[in-house]
């Protein structure tokens, strides 16, 4: 059997908040089709990775290759043109704005009338937001905008979705729908996922492979089942979650 490509490989990767290093020569590699997750508590680094891998972090060091290209080298609206779409912690959608304008905007990028098209298609992994698409995004739910912020991701048509914390102020029952929804999402649309947590139990549950992150350096990698049961996981990551 042929090894499945690599979309993305990051090497050495370090970045700092001035004289603040954030991250330490941080590798890892997402395959295409495969959802990575990176876990890490509080201050690990793992927003800064994402930072860092959409053009958002000031002179980071290292190199990385994607569809043939150094993304460190690039703008990030370049970034966002070249396939990466990035989630970020806090969802940020524009509260102001209806939920369609909010998806409108997601597809900045690309001519208006395939984005129409292909909103219809992205609102059909989200009904609740098709239920409130005239709705501002500032009335919805946490989970409801985490919805809202993946959907408006996916109208730049990623090869690679970079999602932070997205269980971060979601409801319970409405984590485990948005993660089962990455899954189904990453299979129809033939997508990778990197995805940075801090509920290790939700984000192995739905990964292929995965990277333990501490004070800004991979301190542990593997596929997600075998991380499952590792000690370090156990007892740092999982033992304290139901
Ligand atoms: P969290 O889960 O809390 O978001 P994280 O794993 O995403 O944490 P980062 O936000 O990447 O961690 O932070 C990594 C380190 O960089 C921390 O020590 C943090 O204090 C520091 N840091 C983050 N943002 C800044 C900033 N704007 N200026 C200075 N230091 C920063």
Known sequence: MLPTPVLLTVEELSASYGSIQALHQVNLQVE????????GANGAGKTTLMRALSGLMEKPQGRTHFQGRDLL??????????????VPQGRMVFAQLSV???LKLGGYTRPAKEVLHDID????????????????????????????????GLLS????LMLDE?????????????????????????????LVEQDAALALQIADMGYVMETGRIVLKG???ELSRSDVVQQAYLSTQN
């Not at 992205?122 to 959907?151: H, W």
């Not at 048509?157 to 690679?160: D, E, I, Q, R, V």
């Open 157 to 160: 048509k990623p090869k690679l």
């Open 32 to 39: 295409e089709g495969q959802i990575a997750c990176v876990l």
């Open 223 to 225: 596929p997600c089942d």
């Open 100 to 102: 369609l304008d909010n």
């Open 121 to 152: 298609r992205v609102l059909s992994y989200f009904p609740r937001l098709k239920e409130r698409i005239a709705q501002r995004a500032g009335t919805l739910s946490g989970g409801e905008q985490q919805m809202l912020a993946i959907a408006r």
């Open 73 to 86: 080298s690039m703008e990030a609206e370049d970034i966002v043109k070249y396939g990466i779409a990035h």
């Open 166 to 194: 997205p269980s971060m102020g979601v409801a319970p029952i409405l984590k485990e729908f948005i993660f089962e929804k990455l899954r189904e999402i990453r299979n129809a649309e033939n997508l990778s996922i990197l």
